[in-house]
């Protein structure tokens, strides 16, 4: 009996919106160039939306992945953001984008882009401290920024306001003591630094690497990656991830 030939599985296209405390950032499938507006308190669902919708108004896309800056449960987020306007939760994104939405943390899909192996400790440095964990291809959101540190919490000394505060100098300090309390307390085989502010920092923590914003963008990706394509997971997330990457770096030569 003949062999059943694989018919090819069409990938469409995805709109991966990262949505942070400063900016929103987009990136299509097939675009090269990230787009961005300033967010910020005032910022609201709607008006997030109604400004991805106009900026990524000449793109093509099918599907849209969104990074959002608080814990999320069955795609939808669970507690309003720090440094935006409420309204989030049970916010329909579907019906406002009138396309199929995928919703996860905004340090999960950084991290997601970042993936290679193992048990991976993403930790970002940006409007706040976003945190997340992969274990063998598995995704663990966390809310690790809001736990007693010192006088405050994690995020109050390593966050962007503390960057103000702090000066460099210290800031850098209470970075490698959180990120070295970290690993000591979860035992990751990689650990990837992320965020804006990563660029801040004079060397890396042992055995930690730099992370890139563009992986952002590839984690959106990857989020319809096992709903597209019939080869393994770990392939098609380390393919999708390395062309958008690519993709993003080349404009920066």
């Avoid at 970002?124 to 959101?141: D, N, R, W």
Wanted: net charge positive.
């Amino acid at each position: 009996m003949a062999a059943k030939e694989t018919q090819p599985v069409e990938t469409k296209s995805v709109l991966s919106v990262d949505v942070g405390g400063t900016h929103v950032k987009i990136l299509a499938t097939g675009q090269s160039e990230p787009r961005k507006f300033t967010s910020g308190p005032t910022l609201t669902p709607a008006r997030m939306v109604a400004g991805v919708k106009k900026l990524a108004g000449d793109w093509q896309y099918e599907l849209v992945s969104i990074g959002y800056p608080g814990p999320v449960l069955r795609n939808r987020p669970v507690a309003e953001p720090h440094n935006l306007a409420s309204g989030w939760m049970g916010f329909n994104f579907e019906k406002a984008f009138g396309r199929p939405v995928k919703v996860i943390n905004d340090a999960a899909m950084q991290a997601l882009g970042s993936y290679k192996s193992g048990k991976m400790l993403f930790l970002g440095l940006g409007t706040g401290l976003g945190s997340a964990m992969i274990v063998e291809g598995l995704i663990e959101p966390m809310e690790l920024s809001h736990l007693p540190y010192k006088k405050a919490t994690y995020e109050d000394y390593v966050g962007e306001r503390a960057l103000e505060r702090w000066g460099k100098k210290k800031w850098r300090h209470y970075v490698e003591d959180v990120i070295g309390r970290l690993i000591a307390a979860l035992e990751p085989d990689d650990v990837v630094i992320g965020g804006g502010n990563v660029r801040v920092l004079k060397k890396l923590p042992p055995g930690c690497r730099a992370g890139d914003n563009a992986n952002a963008f590839a984690g959106g990706f990857r989020l319809w990656a096992a709903d597209s394509a019939p080869a393994p997971a770990s392939a098609r997330m380390a393919d999708t991830a390395s062309s958008a990457i690519r993709s993003v770096a080349a404009t920066r030569r």
